[in-house]
């Protein structure tokens, strides 16, 4: 009883010991904690750069001996390959001169010969002369014919012209412009309208079969032998040829007629047809609903993790509850058995 008296008078300087005692060894505690992290770090950083010293000179002469394989192995390959070019080229240095003294000698005995070659040219010259001056005797020829052609055909022009215009050739009574009284004697033009006769000028031809074949009909009653007709009755009348004609002229269907009922479509099919020429894109604009192929959705919106609301607070997402600072504290010094026997409220460090 006098133990329990004498320790609860002590128990405010126990407690007050072993909170001196614990702060002094967590500060002890924290002091050594650095140095062993720095003793740590010190020491791996000297095995780490031992070993990468180590393994820059294992690299090193790996390096070392497979470049100097290379560099002989090349070396090796080079030489040859200098040597095989030396020995080509001089190889074709000797076939070179060996064809040379050959060709000249074959040349000059067999191909060059210039006794004949002196003879073939002499030949050629003669024979050169030949063609020149038959040459010469052609063309000459070719240039009168040629000119007999031309004179020939400004005979004809003038001819006709003179033909075309004898109505200004002169008369007994009226002399022509090419007749004037004021030169000595006609001109050449007077002569040759003279000489010449009048042109007769010829009716055009109008042919009146060109008409619709679906109207062929009308045609067919124009008999084969027609009555004589006379020349012309008194009074004022057409010409009998003209009077036939008109009798018997070809159908003409009016454009209404002519028309085809369909052709407004066939000249829209046309136009379709032209305008599918000239188009420059074959395919279609297709609506955006028309695939071919399956739709395949993006990585982001088909994950099964779903995506992140855009617009929310944060855009990382987070989650406090996995915090390890929201839980206890847990000490790495060993337990004191004093707090375990007084009670748990001391763990937190609490006084009395």
């Not at 000297?46 to 790996?62: D, E, G, S």
């Not at 040219?121 to 070719?142: D, G, P, T």
Request: glycine share 4%.
């Amino acid at each position: 009883m006098a133990a329990m008296i004498r320790l609860g008078g002590e128990i405010n300087t126990l407690i007050s010991g072993v909170y001196d005692k614990k702060n002094e060894a967590e500060y002890s505690r924290q002091i050594e904690f650095a140095a062993a992290v720095k003793i740590q770090s010190w020491f791996r950083a000297v095995r780490v750069r031992a070993y990468l010293k180590y393994l820059n000179k294992c690299a090193t002469r790996i390096q070392k001996v497979w470049r100097g394989y290379l560099g002989r192995r090349f070396c090796r390959v080079l030489l040859k390959n200098t040597l095989f070019i030396m020995k080509l080229n001089h190889y074709n240095k000797m076939a070179c001169r060996v064809q040379k003294t050959w060709r000249g000698y074959y040349a000059r005995k067999y191909v060059f010969n210039y006794h004949s070659r002196k003879r073939y040219l002499e030949a050629l010259h003669v024979k050169n002369e030949l063609i020149r001056s038959e040459l010469a005797e052609f063309a000459e020829h070719q240039s009168l014919a040629r000119k007999r052609e031309e004179e020939k055909s400004e005979k004809q022009r003038k001819e006709y012209e003179a033909r075309k215009h004898h109505y200004l050739v002169s008369t007994a009574v009226k002399p022509g412009i090419y007749n004037s009284p004021f030169l000595p004697y006609p001109t050449e033009t007077e002569f040759l309208l003279r000489n010449v006769q009048p042109l007769a000028h010829q009716k055009k031809k109008i042919d009146y079969c060109n008409f619709d074949p679906t109207c062929a009909r009308y045609n067919s009653q124009v008999p084969k032998t027609l009555p004589p007709l006379v020349k012309k009755p008194q009074g004022p009348f057409r010409e009998p040829d003209e009077v036939q004609k008109q009798r018997y002229k070809p159908f003409r269907p009016t454009l209404r007629v002519a028309t085809e009922f369909y052709s407004l479509e066939k000249a829209r099919k046309q136009l379709k047809e032209e305008e599918w020429v000239t188009r420059l894109n074959d395919n279609i604009l297709q609506p955006f609903t028309h695939r071919t192929v399956a739709y395949e959705p993006l990585l982001y919106t088909s994950s099964k993790f779903g995506p992140v609301k855009y617009g929310t607070r944060f855009f990382r997402e987070e989650f406090p509850e996995n915090f390890i600072f929201s839980q206890d504290f847990k000490s790495q010094v060993p337990p004191i058995p004093l707090f375990d026997r007084l009670n748990d409220t001391y763990s937190k460090g609490q006084e009395v």
